[in-house]
């Protein structure tokens, strides 16, 4: 960052000079970067691309976008999160949305944390895997410490029943079921593959160069596909019903908090897992943790 605003300090005289026209452009490579900064009348706009390798091309793909328009200045960073690899300007403002997180899942009912419509639930054996790989932030104040983040992920999540039944598609409606007589149900559980596309509005402070703490707080799309009830049948595992009713849509609360790059999270569905009138009424939570990259 620091170079960028070296090179900006370098380029804006010349930008100055040619402020009658309608729009001037320079571009500057240093130590591999490609620095664009265009200037329209009172607006400078600074784009900062690397270059990056695709089989036996080299591409140039953009980083950093900064827009600077009457001494204020809003930023845009366009990042891909490697696992394993540091974040290189610790003094920037480093987005917790990237990264890998495992938790538990449960179902409730009528919008409260009670009883799921009469539904058991194995709740130690109801869990989900998550993995975001791509993050992006807006930063909102000048001292870093707000910002607007967002991610893309895919993942997966499974509700383990606690009993002899499992969810079915009985004349258009799903229902929790029984198992028929002579045929027993181990291990029946509801399961599903999900994207999730979080926005969220994230506060972190650094504490003595460490850190940071962060909080972050917003709201999660987030599309269900591969929707399956599932469950071993006399000890054959065997696809009970598909589908079921279930929206593939929906729109998540999304809560997390943490230090450094280990934190906690919490999500809660707005609308029912099933169909209004076609499946039981019943909200998707879960918590867990993460590992930010």
Do not use: C
Request: aromatic share 12%; proline share 3%.
């Amino acid at each position: 960052m620091k170079k960028i605003i070296f090179i900006l300090a370098l380029l804006l005289p010349v930008a100055v000079s040619a402020q009658e026209a309608t729009e001037t452009e320079n571009t500057v490579f240093v130590n591999g970067q490609k620095i664009v900064v265009k200037r329209t009348d009172n607006k400078i706009k600074v784009k900062v691309y690397e270059e990056v390798a695709q089989g036996d091309t080299i591409e140039n793909a953009q980083v950093f976008e900064g827009v600077y328009l009457n001494g204020q200045s809003t930023e845009q960073r366009f990042t891909i999160a490697v696992p394993f690899v540091k974040k290189k300007n610790k003094y920037s403002f480093e987005p917790h949305a990237a990264g890998l997180y495992l938790g538990y899942s449960s179902l409730y009912g009528n919008r409260s944390f009670g009883d799921a419509n009469n539904l058991s639930l194995n709740a130690s054996r109801s869990w989900e895997i998550g993995i975001n790989l791509f993050e992006g932030s807006l930063a909102l104040t000048r001292d870093r410490h707000w910002a607007i983040t967002t991610a893309l992920g895919w993942g997966y999540t499974s509700y383990r029943l606690d009993s002899n039944s499992a969810f079915q598609e009985i004349d258009g409606v799903t229902v929790n079921v029984p198992a028929p007589d002579g045929a027993t149900f181990d291990k029946s559980r509801l399961r599903y593959n999900f994207l999730r596309l979080p926005i969220a509005i994230e506060w972190q402070q650094r504490v003595n160069g460490h850190g940071p703490i962060f909080l972050s707080a917003g709201a999660e799309v987030e599309w269900r596909y591969g929707i399956k009830s599932k469950a071993k049948v006399n000890g054959d595992s065997k696809t009970i019903d598909s589908g079921l009713n279930a929206r593939p849509l929906g729109i998540n609360l999304l809560v997390q908090g943490g230090f450094s790059n280990i934190g906690a999270y919490a999500r809660y569905a707005t609308s029912s897992m099933f169909e209004k009138n076609k499946g039981p009424e019943l909200y998707p939570f879960s918590f867990g943790i993460f590992w930010y990259w």
